[in-house]
């Protein structure tokens, strides 16, 4: 079953992070997470900027020492009806089912979703593997008529999106 993460950066553990980040960074971060999510998640905001969506993203899932792999659900007008953790993986991968992404799609009744992970070698690039989920998970979600708006990856200092490269 996939873990949730709570919509608020208070359930963060700071110990699963890289220890580069420092104490005071960590505690930044945190306050940023909230202040994105106060704007994006509880406002029913549309998430019109994918500038917006990748800072969020980050913020989120950059420096944790395992890849995990993550959705937005959103409904028809794009807004964000929930962020959730679905798989965790190892150093590098995670294994991502899609039965299981279609599963929680038909529970939140999403209507668009947007992936995104992490990679712990801080390379933001897509791999094989990355992509052939990403359109296994598209084609499945097709068949119920629910849209892949993105797939991001999350490395150090940057952050790669499929749908600007063409790739979804």
Do not use: W
Not at 29 to 43: M, N, P, Q, S
Not at 129 to 146: H, M, S, Y
């Amino acid at each position: 079953m996939a873990t949730q993460l709570s919509l608020f950066a208070d359930d963060i553990n700071d110990d699963e992070r890289r220890p580069a980040l420092s104490r005071t960074d960590s505690i930044l971060v945190a306050k940023a997470i909230r202040c994105l999510e106060a704007v994006y998640l509880t406002k029913g905001d549309c998430l019109t900027s994918p500038q917006a969506t990748r800072d969020y993203l980050k913020l989120r899932l950059y420096g944790l020492p395992s890849e995990v792999f993550v959705c937005l659900f959103l409904d028809n007008r794009h807004r964000v009806i929930r962020y959730e953790e679905l798989f965790k993986g190892t150093i590098d991968g995670a294994s991502v089912h899609p039965r299981e992404v279609v599963r929680r799609v038909i529970e939140t009744n999403a209507a668009a979703v947007i992936f995104a992970h992490n990679h712990p070698s801080g390379v933001a690039e897509p791999s094989q593997a990355d992509l052939r989920i990403t359109q296994r998970l598209k084609e499945a979600l097709a068949l119920i008529e629910v849209r892949v708006l993105d797939h991001l990856i999350v490395g150090e200092g940057e952050t790669t999106s499929m749908a600007e490269r063409g790739l979804l």
